[in-house]
């Protein structure tokens, strides 16, 4: 693995950047208020990475995720995207907060013949009251009564006001993709992975001399979280059993998604070439997703008039690094976070300098572990305040790594596209500080296990030396005075790795089915 990118900053960078997702223990997965009132609309993670599939490597893949806690089976209708919405992928490529391109994905429901698939009852030939009348198999199966198909715009400067081209298909130029069927069991469909893998299109985009490839469908969750007793105050002991008598030991059981969850996945692969622009090859990455200000519900709703929409499109959620709504910013302020650009991010500085997480994990455990160890530790948690590491990594990159151009505070998924990517068996599921410096969080792919990175990080493992290329070296930033417990083995308990994912375009694995019923006996979804 080449280190020439961490420079003479070598020191700083292998594990300040391990920060960028922030304190927690949970992706964007309900995180504020207004989203759980729009679960369609719900961003949950975003993955950002060159892609590792044999042959791909000059491309980044974007994998934008919507829709968290999707029950395998959960019909009839199931998970369709609002067709209200806007679906976003932002990309600043000079670094001044501001997207230099967005690619937006709109979505159309439409029922076959007006009416869905029928059926002659008694004299009367009636809609049926399900999505599916039959096996389902095919790339415009007959037998689906409810289609849902969508469009991607490439959008040039500003996401309102910018130069809009249209995303076509590589084969004959249609401008319009379809969304495959969710899994709704074998019965339906006896081959989910050949019947969605119709749905993966070779795509032109204007631009750009290689085409690039797009899929939206359904997937199994790959982000692996111990999230019930997570948010129960914790509800276990978070360090490494094999490292600490008690602690929690590594588990697929400890997992509240992998497994168990599906959600709706965005997947976009481009040419590098096409998205690095004028900058320095380091491009930042958000997703968003935007409802009409204005909404009217009509009081004889139809299928195609369930309410009146107007005015300008309004930011409703959004996601660059994982966990940060989720657990760092605080609850007076989540839906202002999701509606903001990161442009104007610096509002949220408090949140970073002073984080809560660690003053929550001291208040839970402080007396615990003083009367386990016999110590008198004032706080467990690290006092090095401000947290001016964290600043650099949440709104500003790493220098030498993944900063880019120019250098604005923004919250932003960062990734520098010169950096060659990890074949999958070689990967670390700790990325850049286990010495892979294609992973997270010099971008973020499925297999990286950003919770027990940021949750060791937060607790103060800075503070202490780190090995860079087997040398244990002090980074500078706090001491160990700084952090009484920073040299633990923090977890939670739910592991994951580039082994349980595909290993190819769209790489999450396909979702999980609930029929026959197999949950409670299966482990990890396999491609």
Request: hydrophobic letters at 35%; one cysteine or more.
């Amino acid at each position: 693995m080449k280190k020439s990118y961490l420079g003479g900053a070598s020191t700083v960078v292998a594990v300040i950047l391990a920060l960028s997702a922030g304190q927690a223990m949970a992706s964007s997965h309900r995180e504020a208020p207004g989203t759980t009132k729009m679960p369609k609309t719900d961003s949950t993670d975003l993955y950002m990475f060159r892609s590792y599939e044999p042959g791909r490597a000059a491309f980044v893949t974007f994998i934008a995720n919507y829709q968290p806690f999707q029950d395998p089976g959960s019909g009839p209708n199931y998970f369709t995207m609002d067709p209200d919405a806007i679906y976003e992928i932002h990309i600043d490529n000079d670094g001044d907060g501001k997207e230099d391109l967005t690619f937006q994905f709109k979505f159309t429901n439409t029922l076959r013949n007006g009416t869905g698939i029928t059926l002659p009852v008694g004299g009367k030939t009636l809609p049926i009251a399900l999505r599916d009348g039959g096996t389902v198999t095919q790339a415009d199966d007959p037998n689906l009564g409810e289609v849902e198909d969508y469009t991607v715009t490439l959008i040039t400067g500003d996401p309102r006001s910018g130069t809009r081209a249209a995303v076509t298909n590589a084969t004959g130029g249609a401008s319009s993709f379809r969304k495959p069927f969710d899994n709704a069991g074998q019965k339906t469909t006896a081959n989910y992975p050949a019947y969605a893998n119709q749905y993966i299109f070779n795509v032109t985009i204007p631009g750009c001399a290689t085409p690039g490839k797009v899929f939206v469908g359904q997937r199994a969750e790959a982000f692996a979280v111990n999230l019930g007793p997570t948010f129960d105050l914790i509800n276990y002991v978070p360090i490494d059993g094999t490292t600490f008598p008690g602690g929690i030991t590594q588990s697929r059981q400890n997992d509240d998604l992998v497994g168990k969850k599906n959600v709706t996945s965005i997947a976009l692969e481009v040419p590098i070439a096409c998205l690095t622009g004028a900058g320095n090859g380091v491009i930042g990455a958000w997703q968003t997703a935007s409802l009409p200000q204005a909404r009217i519900l009509n009081p004889t709703a139809t299928y195609t008039s369930e309410a009146l929409q107007g005015g300008a499109y309004t930011q409703v959620s959004r996601l660059g690094n994982p966990l940060v709504n989720e657990l760092v910013i605080g609850l007076p302020v989540k839906d202002t976070f999701n509606s903001a650009q990161p442009s104007a991010d610096a509002q949220f500085a408090d949140y970073v300098t002073n984080p809560t997480f660690p003053a929550i994990v001291d208040l839970l455990f402080r007396a615990p572990v003083n009367a386990t160890l016999g110590t008198s530790f004032a706080s467990i948690a690290p006092t090095n305040f401000p947290r001016n590491d964290l600043v650099a990594t949440f709104l500003t990159g790493i220098k030498n790594l993944n900063q880019q151009k120019t250098v604005t505070a923004s919250e932003m998924m960062r990734l520098n596209t010169a950096i060659n990517p990890t074949p999958q068996a070689s990967q670390q599921t700790y990325g850049v500080v286990a010495d892979d410096l294609a992973g997270y969080p010099n971008g973020r792919r499925p297999g990286d296990d950003t919770v027990d990175i940021t949750l060791r990080v937060a607790m103060g493992r800075l503070c202490y030396p780190v090995p860079i290329n087997g040398v244990a070296t002090d980074l500078g930033l706090c001491k160990p005075t700084d952090a009484p417990v920073g040299q633990s083995a923090f977890t939670d308990g739910a592991p994951i790795s580039a082994a349980e994912l595909q290993n190819a375009f769209p790489y999450l694995n396909p979702p999980l089915s609930n029929s026959p019923r197999t949950l409670g006996t299966s482990t990890v979804p396999h491609p």
